[in-house]
Antibody, heavy 119, light 108 residues
Framework: EVQLLESGGGLVQPGGSLRLSCAAS????????MSWVRQAPGKGLEWVSS????????YYADSVKGRFTISRDNSKNTLSLQMNSLRVEDTAEYYC????????????WGQGTLVTVSS | SSELTQDPAVSVALGQTVRITCQGD??????ASWYQKKPGQAPVLVIS???NRPSGIPYRISGSSSRNTASLTISGAQAEDEADYYC???????????FGGGTKVTVL
């Protein structure tokens, strides 16, 4: 059974930093690209960042480019998102998501971790 | 990047059929996926690859696609189908993901 368990969310002041982690199990982690998707309160889903499986090529939404860094540790089946220079508009539930490239879809989602940026 | 457009809300009587649509240029190159999102829960994939239904998704939920439009149909809507539904696809670059704004489905 695929499981994705996020951690690291919390309250941070504008300009601060936070690191999210996602522990993956139930599949061969290194074979799959992974993404972070967020949902701000009362808003829709927004793709944040993706990382490929083995060669670890990264992609970012324009809204977070230069501030967020996605990474993975295939030896520990862990996905991370380092978030710097946080803004109020980064407040959201952040989901760790597994990609299934064969069907070009996001097939498994974690339960999410809440990030609140407020003074 | 590109955009996907969805109607904000639709309602359907219990047991009736509802179709929600998603429009965007990226859908000319990539199939849409559809996700069901209920309050306080993680999104769940319900349709991928035009009309591929993951295990556990009821047969009453189906998908279709034509040109730049993808559709999700719920035939015989049940109370548990009340949720927000989001479409998504690769964007024009092929490396990023784009989401529609979501459609709130209310079952009356």
């Amino acid at each position: 059974e695929v499981q994705l368990l996020e951690s690291g969310g919390g309250l941070v002041q504008p300009g601060g930093s936070l690191r999210l982690s996602c522990a993956a199990s139930g599949f061969n982690f290194r074979d799959y690209a992974m993404s972070w998707v967020r949902q701000a309160p009362g808003k829709g889903l927004e793709w944040v960042s993706s990382i490929s499986g083995s060669d670890e090529v990264t992609y970012y939404a324009d809204s977070v480019k230069g501030r967020f860094t996605i990474s993975r540790d295939n030896s520990k089946n862990t996905l991370s998102l380092q978030m710097n220079s946080l803004r109020v508009e980064d407040t959201a539930e952040y989901y760790c998501v597994k990609e299934f490239e064969y069907l070009d879809t996001l097939d498994y989602w974690g339960q999410g971790t809440l990030v609140t940026v407020s003074s | 990047s590109s955009e996907l457009t969805q109607d904000p809300a639709v309602s359907v009587a219990l047991g009736q059929t509802v179709r929600i649509t998603c429009q965007g240029d990226s859908l000319r190159s990539y199939y849409a996926s559809w996700y069901q999102k209920k309050p306080g829960q993680a999104p769940v994939l319900v349709i991928s690859d035009r009309n591929n239904r993951p295990s556990g998704i009821p047969y009453r939920i189906s998908g279709s696609s034509s040109r730049n439009t993808a559709s999700l149909t719920i035939s015989g809507a049940q109370a548990e189908d009340e949720a927000d539904y989001y479409c998504s696809s690769r964007d024009s670059s092929g490396y990023q993901w784009v989401f529609g704004g979501g459609t709130k489905v209310t079952v009356l």
